[in-house]
């Protein structure tokens, strides 16, 4: 089970784009690329809310957040599109489907952006199964997204693994009873990911294999 924002995508720089587009709209400051990429994880309501009340975590105006919202999805669905893999990325999940592993993509990502990310990338076809944000009741860090993973694939919880950028992947493998390899890029909340926390921290998405074998 593999994460897609900072993990198989730099999608940063598209996400800041519309975050930045909605605030404009909205006549309000626009946020540096660096603070945007910090509130990246938890999915796309926490992201508009925290551009929305930053530096607090509290919850906007209601009526704030609707209008936020809307164009927050309007105007990222016009650059979705141009979010490109890390590199090694695309040998990595090639050499992991040739080795037999059944993958899944596992994200906090609405389940439309999700699917352009990974359609206009080419990554769709690695995928045998795609869980978005939207998917289920609840995302990651609850391990829900992660036990559907296990139930669809007839596989122990024990017996899989997630591959992520953020302490809310680390949560959620945790949560479930999986293991957790973490890659040392990404987003993560402006904070690095520690080995003490994970099973395993790779520079490379292509080192995975390798620890698995």
Do not use: W
């Not at 209008?67 to 141009?82: D, G, I, M, N, P």
């Amino acid at each position: 089970m593999i994460d897609l924002d900072g993990t198989l995508v730099h999608s940063a720089p598209e996400i800041a784009r519309g975050i930045n587009a909605m605030l404009v709209a909205l006549s309000l400051p626009t946020l540096s690329a660096v603070q945007i990429e910090a509130y990246i994880g938890d999915g796309a309501e926490k992201l508009i809310k925290r551009a929305l009340t930053q530096p607090s975590d509290c919850e906007p105006d209601a009526a704030l957040f609707v209008q936020a919202k809307q164009l927050f999805f309007t105007e990222y669905a016009k650059v979705v599109s141009e979010s490109l893999p890390y590199p090694g990325v695309v040998s990595a999940l090639e050499a992991l489907k040739n080795a037999g592993y059944r993958l899944a993509c596992v994200t906090n990502k609405p389940q439309t952006f999700t699917q352009a990310v990974l359609t206009t990338s080419n990554l769709l076809p690695y995928f045998e199964l795609v869980v978005a944000g939207d998917t289920l009741a609840k995302k990651k860090p609850d391990p829900d997204q992660l036990i559907y993973c296990c139930e669809q694939f007839g596989v122990a919880l024990n017996e899989a693994v997630l591959v992520g950028d953020s302490k809310v992947d680390v949560a959620a493998a945790r949560s479930a009873g999986c293991y957790m390899i973490a890659v040392s890029y990404g987003y993560n909340h402006g904070q690095l990911i520690e080995a003490s926390m994970v099973d395993a921290l790779v520079d490379d998405l292509q080192d995975v294999l390798k620890l698995l074998h």
